[in-house]
């Protein structure tokens, strides 16, 4: 991230085009959390657009839009213009499933986009950028991936939410959690345990083991509560992956007008 941010703050400083990010990948990686943080240090303006909320607007979409950019041009910093889960705003004109007026939206959108700009960096962030409309990939310049957590990295935020949530909850009201016999092998335990978790699982387990000492007499944490709260965890992401790949399924057979059954 702070590559990205130097390199921002320089083309600011040199008051060259601004490059455009798309931040991409599964659920809970991190997305939305590293573009926040890159409005924090880049020294720009900032606004956010969650691809949802423009679909409410119906025909005022255009004409708020074009407020927006009009508003970017004003910024003396420049702006960083977040759009956040861009899919449900930005995707392909070709679908029959948007309206006239999301239509109308994306092209306002193209149109003020269309030109580089001194004034705006534009960060889109997504988990199905395969459903962008081909012109708001083609404005595109760096492309960020956001992968699943490696065992290194779930050991660091597992250490990190275990002292956010257990061992210095903020707050002053929060309680400090109790551990009993919960050392660095049974952390290790759950480090393995949970591959496939997302930064967001992790941070809801840890949260999920706050909540069960809060259950307790004097906020206590024993071993296993600990572990029972790790194998809930795992076998509700296993429940939601295989309802995922049920819906993919159906629609893989609508797709192909296969019978499913
Ligand atoms: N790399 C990480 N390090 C620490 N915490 C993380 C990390 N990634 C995600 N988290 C935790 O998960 C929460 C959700 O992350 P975030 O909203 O950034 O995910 P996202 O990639 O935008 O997901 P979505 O695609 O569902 O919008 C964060 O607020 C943070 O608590
Ligand atoms: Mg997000």
């Given at each position: 991230?702070r590559?990205?941010?130097v390199?921002?703050?320089n083309?600011?400083?040199?008051?060259?085009p601004f490059?455009h990010?798309?931040?991409?990948?599964?659920?809970?990686?991190?997305?939305?959390?590293?573009?926040?943080?890159l409005a924090?240090?880049?020294?720009?303006?900032?606004?956010?657009?969650?691809?949802?909320?423009?679909?409410?607007?119906?025909?005022?979409?255009?004409?708020?839009?074009?407020?927006?950019?009009?508003?970017?041009?004003?910024?003396?910093?420049?702006?960083?213009?977040?759009?956040?889960e861009?899919?449900?705003?930005?995707?392909?004109?070709?679908?029959?499933?948007?309206?006239?007026?999301?239509?109308?939206?994306?092209?306002?959108?193209?149109?003020?986009?269309g030109?580089e700009?001194?004034h705006?960096?534009?960060?889109?962030?997504?988990?199905?950028?395969s459903?962008?409309?081909?012109?708001?990939?083609?404005?595109i310049?760096?492309?960020?991936?956001?992968?699943?957590?490696?065992?290194e990295?779930?050991?660091a935020?597992?250490?990190?939410?275990?002292?956010?949530y257990?061992?210095?909850?903020?707050?002053?009201?929060a309680?400090?959690?109790?551990?009993?016999?919960?050392?660095?092998?049974?952390?290790?335990r759950?480090?393995?345990?949970?591959?496939?978790?997302s930064g967001?699982?992790?941070?809801?387990?840890?949260?999920?083991?706050?909540?069960?000492?809060?259950?307790t007499?004097?906020a206590v944490?024993?071993?296993?509560?600990?572990?029972?709260?790790?194998?809930?965890?795992?076998?509700?992401?296993?429940?939601?992956?295989?309802?995922?790949?049920?819906a993919?399924?159906?629609?893989?057979?609508?797709?192909?007008?296969?019978?499913?059954?």
């Amino acid at each position: 991230m702070r590559s990205i941010a130097v390199s921002t703050a320089n083309t600011k400083a040199n008051r060259a085009p601004f490059r455009h990010l798309l931040l991409h990948g599964p659920p809970g990686t991190g997305k939305t959390m590293f573009a926040r943080g890159l409005a924090h240090h880049s020294g720009l303006d900032y606004a956010v657009l969650t691809g949802g909320d423009i679909a409410p607007l119906g025909r005022d979409a255009v004409t708020e839009l074009h407020k927006l950019f009009d508003w970017a041009k004003t910024s003396r910093r420049g702006l960083l213009l977040f759009v956040d889960e861009a899919d449900a705003f930005l995707q392909s004109r070709e679908t029959s499933t948007i309206s006239e007026d999301q239509r109308n939206a994306l092209n306002a959108f193209l149109f003020r986009t269309g030109t580089e700009s001194d004034h705006f960096m534009m960060v889109y962030a997504s988990n199905q950028p395969s459903q962008f409309d081909s012109a708001v990939l083609d404005r595109i310049d760096e492309m960020v991936e956001f992968d699943l957590p490696t065992e290194e990295e779930r050991r660091a935020m597992i250490a990190m939410y275990i002292d956010k949530y257990l061992l210095k909850p903020p707050g002053r009201w929060a309680k400090k959690v109790e551990t009993l016999d919960i050392g660095s092998e049974e952390i290790e335990r759950v480090v393995k345990e949970t591959e496939g978790f997302s930064g967001r699982a992790i941070s809801k387990l840890a949260i999920a083991w706050q909540a069960a000492a809060y259950g307790t007499e004097g906020a206590v944490l024993d071993q296993a509560a600990f572990f029972h709260t790790v194998q809930l965890h795992k076998k509700s992401m296993q429940t939601k992956d295989s309802w995922l790949q049920n819906a993919e399924h159906y629609a893989d057979a609508l797709t192909t007008d296969k019978k499913v059954l």
